[in-house]
């Protein structure tokens, strides 16, 4: 039934008001242009912090608007950047006086579409900025590496601490320091595939894609004989002696099915991590397993990792109130 | 350098340039689809689309930059990706560039080019052999700019920014990308022309069509 | 990578490990037999309340064991339910002198196991119940009636009442209530197919599977050329005619992804409903919408509705601390 | 009359029972494909695995009802399904019917067969024609009650339930299914063996050809 989701345009407005109808209390939603915004009033001197992302990732970035995440959000078509249009209905809407920080997945759309943004913006004499989300390892050169669940976790850190009444410039600040202490790397496990075009091929039976991209960049295909350890062993090396994380480091461990993957074999993949964790003496401190980036229904996961330390922690555990996280 | 482009000629030019897109959505899409995310056709027409409404309403003795303004900001919410941000640059840096009003002439035309393209590489910080619409649109450019000095005729400076940017969209399939999606794939881009580039030539395709027949003479 | 979930045995040892390192404040694991409990103490006098299932259909049982829902649950191999020895290792586990209740999904297996293992408790001199749920009207005999959602809804309305102090025969009341208030209904989007065999064929891209089971049951092949508005028309109506549901009602709506269904898509569904919904004036006083009872990866999902009364809306809202449900 | 089974020769046909489902697993699997969930074969082998686990340890002089009772254990913790708590309950209620210790006649093997259908049909709560393992077992037993009645020969007795369970397995075919998961598939289920039938029918074969080799005469 690929074509409920093909159908340009108006599969996303239907889904979009779908989430805001699953979430009256959370979320509010505006169309042409798209956006959406939070429903909770905010402190007086709160910096805005907003997200933009192409659908077909949800929850991201919708489903992290709502107290203590993003202010608003705005979605594009799928895989592709939302516009600047959308984006400053956004800063219109969530602007309070106190300046604005986009959280941006290092993609070129999603970079180029901000920094126009961010120059209209400034033009109407409105403080913006962006942090760039970039922890996707399997990509060598630095500058070029994609956003993964480092974008998750950036949104959480900057709304909890614009809710918690840190500067633009703090929060900034903390935001950046969070995404630099993250790393992560995507397995794909069914097909080698661009989702919407219903091309590529189907893996074989033991072989995993292996830092594959959320929109269908293909990774290395592998073969895979010794089922999850063997796939945890080949990206944990290239997350781990990134940063590097060291023994005894307080970690956060995010898991992310990439939308097609079952609960069960999710837990298989968190089983063989945790192993691990132990094996390197890394201390999880706080973990989500679940879909939280995904790639429209392709099978798969990402990991990241992000080293804690007092202030990420406790920005971590603030309370959020969305529809995706909620504590 | 007699000949004066109207607002109304600009308006026909990219009416020209939304039909060969659109008629070219498949094969663009294709083309992204080796080397990027399968979506260039569509972003591109989504634009032209949007395009063909806003270019209906043809406004009495348009000012050039005003026009061109009204162009930017409709690639910009039309487009989306990373072609969007690009193109909607040009055109906004574009409408910058001096006019006589509600007219260009070719000297201006050619300024119009060089503003644009000049915006678009500062907004996306790509250079030559990038494999991206650069590899097109700054050829193009540098070839008007020398037929202008060289005192050739509008058909012939035309003429030449087309070729220039033909070769410079053939020339990216010979390079390996460093910049946007198809980055990722490293030297397995090698061998594929890239999407922008090929969107980017059938600007200066439709230039030298539309203002060769309209203007020249 | 179908191989990763189907090493007979060991892969839902390890997915099982996995969910208990993912959520060690909540849950237990113990092996051989295999079965969870909760870690929260227990109110004395409290009935226990079990619930075993196939596994393929996560979070469903494991993810609803904890505070306010399950004392302890069964996994058994993929599809198939779990044995009478584990059973009894989960009654012995749970059991505090106040009876047992199980939450039994309709299918033969679960049933006959269910039933052994209650002659065996009985023999011990421990008194156990079950509830059959038995909410698919995709079946038109009422006894063949497979369990679909409505096993989330009877675990979590029989696990408030029995932490609030209800007796066996309270709790086992009250939850076959909830469990004749249900009715639910099956799509399934991709393969028709057994996932556990690789058979089946894909559906054509407009074509969708009417009244599908969670273990790769077929439905009715349709074809569906308006989108989501004409498969929400195609399973409302069995739905809402067999309770049936009646304008003003109140009901609490639960769609659920069966594992391969991108959240986009679950929105889209999500949006249909609720317009059918308003359309139909039933009020929609709670919801939840996610992967609560899922069929391995497949695509697809499940709606279920249960006419609420005050009774029934109290012993939901009453907090609950699992894997899968938290509030 | 005088034939006694032993302990021992139970063993022998639960053994030869385990090698004939885990010879037929894949087939057991392919039938439960066409109307059930394709597990019967999976299942059942599971199953008998732990089956001939249990079966390694012999026990001197162990007594029938005993023995009955561990293997109705081990099939219950080990089949798992719908076939599990079916064969475990068959077991569990034959180690109910009368023996001499460790031995039974063929009245009492007779017996104990009827018990653990009797057991097993009070379990499942299925009818003859619902297309189930009861359509092989009921026809087995009371062929063999009807042959012991007759004073048949114990090889003819054991010839004669085989047959009788053959027969019913096949007609399993011919009819529509009300029990089980091959029952959601109303009509269409006919024209399909039905696996339980299949998995029960190699009981009777199984105990045909191990008891008459080594009792008969
Ligand atoms: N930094 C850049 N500078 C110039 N052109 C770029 C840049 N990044 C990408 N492009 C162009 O954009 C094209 C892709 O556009 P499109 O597919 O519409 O967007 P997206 O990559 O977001 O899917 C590429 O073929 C390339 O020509
Ligand atoms: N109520 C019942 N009474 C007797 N036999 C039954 C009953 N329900 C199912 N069966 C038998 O069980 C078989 C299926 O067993 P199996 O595939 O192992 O379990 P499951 O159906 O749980 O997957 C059916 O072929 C049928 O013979
Ligand atoms: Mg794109
Ligand atoms: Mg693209
Ligand atoms: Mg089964
Ligand atoms: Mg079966």
């Known amino acids: 039934m690929q074509s409920l989701v093909n159908q340009p345009g108006s599969a996303i407005t239907q889904s979009l008001r779908g989430m805001a109808l699953c979430h009256p209390d959370t979320i509010k939603v505006h169309f042409d ?12 001197g709160k910096v805005a912090v907003i997200s933009g992302s192409g659908s077909g990732h949800e929850p991201l970035p919708i489903g992290y608007v709502g107290l203590g995440m993003l202010d608003a959000a705005c979605p594009g078509p799928i895989f592709t ?32 579409n901000t920094e126009l943004t961010i120059e209209m913006a400034l033009q109407e004499g409105i403080d913006a900025r962006y942090v760039l989300v970039n922890d996707d390892v399997a990509i060598p050169e630095v500058a070029n590496r994609r956003g993964l669940g480092a974008a998750t976790l950036a949104c959480k850190i900057a709304g909890a601490a614009a809710e918690s009444g840190y500067s633009l410039d703090a929060t900034v600040n903390v935001t950046q320091r969070a995404v630099a202490a993250s790393r992560s790397m995507g397995v794909g496990t069914n097909v080698n595939t661009l989702p919407r075009n219903g091309l590529g091929v189907n893996l074989a039976d033991d072989s995993i894609e292996l830092g594959v991209g959320i929109h269908g960049e293909p990774g290395e295909v592998r073969s895979v004989k010794q089922g999850m350890p063997e796939i945890v062993d080949l990206i944990l090396p290239p997350i781990l002696d990134d940063l590097p994380f060291a023994p005894r480091d307080r970690v956060l461990l995010l ?73 | 350098m007699g000949q004066e482009i109207t607002t109304s000629q600009l308006r026909k030019w990219l009416l020209a340039y939304a039909a060969r897109i659109i008629e070219n959505e498949a094969h663009l899409t294709k083309l992204d689809t080796a080397i990027g995310d399968a979506d260039h056709g569509v972003n591109m027409r989504r634009g032209m689309s949007k395009l063909k409404e806003r270019l209906k309403e043809e406004k009495q003795s348009e ?155």
Chains 1, 3 share one sequence.
Not at chain 2, 102 to 108: A, T
């Open chain 1, 81 to 112: 950047s939302p516009s600047p249009v959308q984006l400053m209905a956004a800063v219109h809407s969530a602007d309070h006086g106190s300046g604005v920080l986009f959280i941006v997945k290092n993609y070129a759309g999603g970079v180029l």
């Open chain 1, 255 to 327: 898991i992310s099915g990439m939308g097609g993957t079952p609960p069960l074999e999710l837990y298989l993949f968190s089983e063989a991590i945790h192993e691990r964790m132990a094996a390197h003496q890394l201390r999880v401190e706080r973990q989500l397993i679940g879909n939280y980036l995904t790639s429209l229904g392709r099978g798969g996961y990402t990991m990241t990792l992000m080293k804690l330390d007092d202030e990420l922690l406790g920005l971590w555990d603030a309370p959020v109130h969305t529809p995706a996280l909620h504590w």
């Open chain 2, 63 to 217: 000012d050039v930059s005003s026009f061109l303004r009204s162009v930017a900001m409709t690639l910009i919410s039309g487009i989306g990706g990373a072609a969007g941000p690009l193109y909607g640059t040009f055109f906004l840096r574009a409408a910058t560039s001096p006019t006589n009003g509600s007219s260009i002439d070719l000297v201006q035309l050619t300024q119009m080019f060089r503003y644009g393209l000049d915006g678009l590489q500062q907004r996306g910080k790509a250079q030559a052999d990038d494999k991206t619409m650069i590899d097109t649109m700054q050829p193009a450019v540098e070839a008007m700019e020398a037929a202008l000095a060289a005192h050739q005729s509008p058909a012939v400076i035309l003429a030449a920014a087309r070729q220039a940017a033909h070769l410079g969209m053939k020339h990216t399939i010979e390079i390996e990308a460093r910049k946007g999606r198809a980055s990722y794939l490293g030297p397995h881009s090698i061998g594929h022309q890239d999407p922008g580039a090929t969107s980017a030539y059938f600007l200066f395709e439709t230039a030298a069509e539309v203002f060769t027949k309209t203007g020249a003479g």
């Open chain 1, 33 to 44: 242009p798209d956006y959406v915004e939070r429903t909770a009033p905010c402190p007086s």
